[in-house]
């Protein structure tokens, strides 16, 4: 019987659609950079998750296109207000580079694509969205982001006492990939319960 609930909690862990992702970041003035209020170098996927799942409605993006991640594709969502510590008037200059180990599908920056975004997944019981906060700066001089694989790369990035926000869009893990890991996952359960007994 515990061999069977140790299985069955590995399979939904195995299960689980949130992509990994590593966050880097190098920045010039004084502060500290930071993601969700978090310090970039503690941020974990908890702290930008939104949720996995498919809309009934096609998501607007700003990167590439502009275009859209249409109705019913299953997504994983992922939201990053940019900010800095202490909040004051002098400026902290960055470069953040993110990389997840699933295709990224898209990004949005501008602030009716983010709007639309959170009233689209805030309506979904599969998200729990995360309010984006500011305007990102994407102006004469201002922020870029761009996409080259699996890596979004925000340069010339620039935070004072705003915030840069950005919502990321990657395809979720296969099934066939989840079946993979899980039945892997139950034969070292039952291996393991075997070797135990023995």
């Not at 859209?68 to 997504?75: A, L, N, P, R």
Request: aromatic share 8%; with cysteine; proline share 5%.
């Amino acid at each position: 019987m515990r061999t069977l609930l140790a299985a069955a909690l590995l399979v939904m862990l195995a299960s689980h659609s949130e992509a990994a992702f590593s966050v880097s970041a190098t920045t010039t003035g004084s502060g500290t950079l930071q993601i969700n209020g978090v310090a970039v170098d503690d941020v974990t996927v908890d702290t930008v998750f939104e949720g996995s799942g498919a809309l009934m409605d096609d998501m607007p993006i700003d990167v590439p296109a502009p275009g859209q991640v249409s109705e019913f594709t299953e997504f994983s969502s992922y939201m990053f207000n940019v900010s800095k510590s202490p909040v004051n008037s002098t400026a902290l200059g960055y470069t953040l580079t993110i990389t997840f180990d699933q295709p990224i599908l898209g990004i949005q920056f501008a602030s009716g694509k983010l709007a639309t975004g959170y009233s689209l997944l805030d309506a979904s019981p599969s998200f729990d969205a995360i309010q984006p906060i500011g305007a990102f700066n994407t102006g004469s001089g201002g922020d870029s982001i761009t996409i080259d694989g699996n890596t979004i790369t925000i340069a010339t990035g620039l935070v004072s006492t705003g915030t840069d926000p950005f919502r990321i869009l990657t395809a979720v893990p296969e099934m066939s990939t989840n079946l993979s890991w899980s039945a892997l996952a139950g034969i070292g359960c039952v291996l393991y319960r075997r070797r135990k007994q023995a």
